[in-house]
């Protein structure tokens, strides 16, 4: 996806919520990514973005995988969270999310 959409301006970032440096630069390695990784050591940036699903969690909880579109604006456009029996379908769904707020983009903008 993030090759798709890379002349489209969005960015794709992986965030290590929580975990060592090492744990994380270990992970990543292994699991090839070659999107930018961002540590959150301190659960603060996965708090701003928790939209109110879990609220009861502590910073230490709160990295559970997910999938959102966060819009120049910082306002969460798409959430879901993330599991091995629907992972497929939930990508379908940020997909076709994020097309639709691309197409909506670029009808709002006055064109040349």
Not at 41 to 54: C, K, Q, S, T
Not at 61 to 72: R, S, T
Request: no cysteine.
């Amino acid at each position: 996806m993030a090759k798709k959409y890379k002349d489209r301006g969005v960015e794709f970032l992986v965030i290590g919520t929580g975990e060592p440096k090492n744990l994380t630069t270990r992970l990543v390695t292994q699991a090839g990514f070659t999107l930018p990784v961002l540590l959150d050591r301190d659960g603060r940036v996965a708090i701003a973005y928790n939209p109110g699903i879990m609220p009861e969690l502590r910073p230490s909880e709160v990295a559970i995988a997910a999938n959102l579109i966060i819009d120049p604006e910082g306002k969460i456009q798409f959430f879901s969270l993330l599991d091995s029996k629907h992972f497929d379908s939930r990508l379908v769904k940020l997909q076709q999310r994020l097309d639709n707020l691309l197409q909506a983009n670029k009808a709002t903008k006055p064109g040349p």
